[in-house]
């Protein structure tokens, strides 16, 4: 089934797609056109243009597709309603996608895999339909020009259907004005001054009664109608109006070629071209036999006249190619403060933002080489010299021959929708900003947290053991370092989910042997289970015996989390972790069944939402920021999978998940150990970080097994150091005061001296697996990570050092 939209947005789009009147009309040559591109630049076997209304999904153009209309429920296209205007959606592999595996078309002869559709939506952002693209074969991904192209064809799809409905009204305008002529017997007519030619409308023939398919008249013949007393004053009035540039009105007569005689009122205006002359007359003509003696009717259809030119909204001029104006509509005045009159002779450039100028002179150079139509939107200056943005739709008047004539201009006011815009610019810039101080207090508060947690944990454990430590005093150290992991849990919580908000974490796939990462895990937690007398069982279908590539440490903490909680919620009885693998799906499941007490279904929907849990007792009792099974969530989703839970009160839960792997059918080759015994003794460190406790900590660890520490309080006494004496390797703090450890390292590295290559270990407390491979990125040879784990020290220095040493036997030592 196909998501539901709110029902405000649904009336909104539905009445928005009413409005365009599209549905089961014909073909549109454009549009085919552009289905046809769209298959061809994705290189599909399918594409359509696809509007959807309350129940179907009907095609108005299609390639490769027999049926021109699918129902609502079985529709890719109506998925991508739900996104925002504009948006693209897309499905490499529908077998793998749960909102379409099942789908007729998907399952059927039709055999759909990929999918890809950019949204049609209107200025109100209102969701049309789509553009898409289908083939019967899955895709690795897509390019972002892929996708740009897609969105910019379907832009021109809208832009297309917007245009058939002003030509729809524009059509029925030209049929009302010919219907108002006809009714009124008001025509229209133009006489071009070099020439001598005279454009004469339907109703004009009428008037003279001469056919428009044998006649077409020249000023000569145009004068020739009128009475021979009447033409002297006619011709008066067209010297008149070349020499000044005036219009005129007159009432004459004339004889039509029947010989009756009619009684007619002429109106004109003058053109004036680009050398101040009078380059044409246009005006109006009307029969007023029967009117002569009634003025108050002809100048009802004057004014009548008048309503209609200063009713439109829009700035309407008339351009020519040389970018003249010889006529602009009176709502110039209120756009930009000049009246009609004041802007003649001007070019229309001198009125444009002078940045925007270089757009314009483009456009119309390219209407004057033919091209059709253009949009633009730019400022303009008003009069009193402030900037005002507006958008200027060009279309090219072509000639009787064909050749470009003039351009008609529609400018209308776009300041408030621009402002709007800034708004939403400075919203975003705004909130940007927000994540970046979010970003930055996150690795603060990592640091500010951790840093203390390193000192406790690391201090609890040495005097852990110490032999003669009395046995209440271990049992106190005890109690403490459990204390400070539990704390340090929580902190890992809360940054691992401010991480997932955030969409900082990345799924970094590799081959995993996912049986051993099963029990590994369970064995984790075999002391803990074995003390109350838990059972944990590793149930691995055969299946699941090979290496996956997958992201080996998000599983892991996916699975110490179930299997966790699991054992923490279960007092008697048994866990099993379960795992298989579905090689026509390329799914791995896993889940983890215990015998505890079970949840109830409302209870259980509160689980994988962030700070839950099911109640205040059960925090009190087992502990837990309740963010456990959010990142959980978080994670599985983030790697293309789903996880829920089924559980009764009573009869145990089962928690589960799967996402989308494939068998590695090579894994590499393990290294083949080096036999021969090494002592540190003489291993040369320089251990730097602002806080004397973490520098002791280091110290004591690395001392107990032979290696020989210098100690440094920052990064510029780090820089000295290094300067003076060679180490054979260096333990680098990150925030540190006076210099970090960032610009030490680009110090140490960039001066020739005993240590401008040795090995600079990062030693942080933001290290994350994301924030590891950064600082790998910057320079950094290998992390440590702080709360400080004597066995991960000491494998560092080993990497970094070289040394081939028995790291079980060293790992001895140090604890």
């Keep these: 089934m196909c998501p539901d939209l709110p029902d405000d947005v649904e009336q909104s789009r539905l009445s928005a797609l009413k409005a365009l009147h599209v549905m089961d009309t014909p073909s549109d040559p454009a549009i085919d056109r552009i289905v046809g591109l769209a298959a061809d630049i994705m290189d599909a076997p399918m594409a359509m243009v696809s509007l959807i209304d309350d129940e179907r999904e009907w095609f108005k153009a299609r390639v490769g597709v027999e049926v021109d209309t699918v129902p ?52 109100a952002g209102n969701n049309l339909g789509t553009l898409c693209v289908v083939d019967t074969l899955p895709r690795a991904g897509v390019t972002d020009a892929e996708i740009s192209r897609l969105k910019a064809l379907a832009a021109i799809v809208v832009d297309e259907l917007d245009r058939a409905v002003i030509h729809r009204g524009l059509a029925e305008h030209r049929r009302l004005l010919g219907m108002a002529a006809s009714m009124s017997g008001v025509g229209h ?25 044998s006649f077409d008249p020249m000023l000569d013949d145009a004068v020739s109608f009128y009475h021979p007393e009447d033409r002297p004053i006619l011709q008066a009035q067209l010297a008149k109006a070349l020499a000044t540039g005036e219009g005129y009105e007159i009432q004459l007569r004339v004889q039509r070629t029947d010989g009756a005689m009619r009684n007619v009122a002429a109106r004109a205006t003058c053109e004036i071209g680009t050398d101040g002359r009078v380059s044409a007359l246009f005006g109006v003509f009307q029969d007023v036999t029967d009117q002569v003696t009634a003025l108050r009717d002809t100048e009802r259809s004057r004014a009548r006249y008048k309503v209609l030119t200063e009713m439109v909204s829009d700035v309407i001029a008339r351009i020519q190619l040389d970018g003249t104006s010889p006529y602009i509509s009176p709502r110039i005045k209120t756009l930009l403060g000049y009246e009609p009159h004041e802007m003649a002779g001007h070019r229309a450039f001198h ?169 590994a895990t369970l064995d984790l937690f075999a002391p803990q289970a074995g003390s109350r007398d838990i059972r944990l069982r590793l149930d691995a279908h055969p299946s699941a015996a090979h290496h996956f590539l997958v992201d080996p440490d998000r599983v892991r903490q996916v699975l110490l989390n179930l299997v966790g909680n699991a054992v923490k919620f279960t007092a008697r009885g048994e866990v099993t972790l379960a795992i298989e693998h579905d090689p026509e799906t390329g799914r791995l499941s896993v889940s983890v069944t215990d015998t505890g007490d079970g949840i109830s279904e409302d209870k259980a929907q509160l689980l994988f939402r962030r700070f839950s849990q099911i109640d205040g007792s059960m925090t009190r009792h087992h502990g837990g920021t309740g963010l456990g099974l959010a990142i959980c969530k978080g994670l599985v989703e983030a790697m293309g999978g789903e996880i829920g839970v089924t559980s009764r009160p009573g009869e145990g839960s089962r928690f589960w998940f799967w996402i989308p792997t494939s068998v590695v059918t090579s894994t590499p080759a393990a290294p083949v150990p080096v036999g021969r015994q090494v002592s540190y003794g003489g291993v040369r460190v320089l251990v730097v970080d602002d806080h004397a406790s973490n520098r002791e900590l280091a110290r004591l660890f690395l001392v107990g097994i032979g290696a020989e520490i210098t100690e440094a309080v920052d990064g510029e006494a780090a820089c000295a150091r290094a300067a003076e004496w060679p180490f054979d390797v260096i333990l680098m703090d990150l925030r540190m005061p006076v210099m970090d450890g960032f610009e030490a390292l680009r110090q140490i590295r960039s001066r020739v001296g005993p240590n401008d290559t040795v090995p600079i270990l990062a030693f942080t407390a933001d290290s994350g697996a994301d924030d590891g491979a950064k600082l790998l990125e910057f320079g950094f040879d290998d992390v440590v990570s702080k709360p400080i784990d004597a066995s991960q020290l000491i494998s560092a220095i080993a990497r970094a050092t070289d040394f081939a040493a028995d790291l079980p036997g060293f790992l001895g030592n140090a604890n």
């Design 189 to 213: 007519w133009r006489l071009d001054v070099a020439t001598g030619h005279v454009l004469w409308s339907d109703e004009i023939y009428r008037i003279h009664g001469v056919d428009p398919e």
């Design 351 to 519: 009125f444009v933002a002078e940045h925007d100028r270089p757009a314009m002179l483009g456009a119309f150079r390219a209407m004057a080489e033919g091209q059709e139509e253009a949009r633009l939107q730019h400022q303009v200056v008003h009069r009193d010299g402030h900037l005002i943005w507006v958008e200027t739709r060009l279309r090219l008047v072509r000639d009787p021959e064909g050749q470009p004539s003039y351009i008609v201009a529609v400018i209308r006011d776009i300041s408030i929708q621009k402002a709007l815009e800034d708004d939403l610019t400075l919203a975003r810039e705004a909130a940007e900003a927000s994540a970046m101080v979010k970003s930055e207090f996150l690795a603060n508060m990592s640091h500010e947290l951790r840093t203390p947690l390193t000192s406790i944990i690391g201090f609890a454990g040495l005097t852990r053991s110490q032999p003669d430590l009395p046995a209440i005093a271990r049992d106190y150290v005890d109690r403490v370092e459990h204390a400070s992991r539990a704390l340090l849990c929580t902190v890992n919580d809360l940054l691992d989910f401010s991480k997932l908000e955030a969409g900082q974490v990345a799924i970094r796939t590799e081959p995993c042997a996912i049986a051993d990462l099963c029990q």
């Design 72 to 123: 609502r429920s079985q529709s890719f296209c109506a998925f991508a309603l739900t996104l925002e205007a504009h948006g693209v959606m897309v499905v490499l592999d529908a077998t793998l996608d749960p909102r379409f595996r099942d789908n007729p078309f998907v399952v059927g002869d039709l055999g759909v895999r990929f999918y890809m559709g950019a949204l049609l939506s209107d200025r």
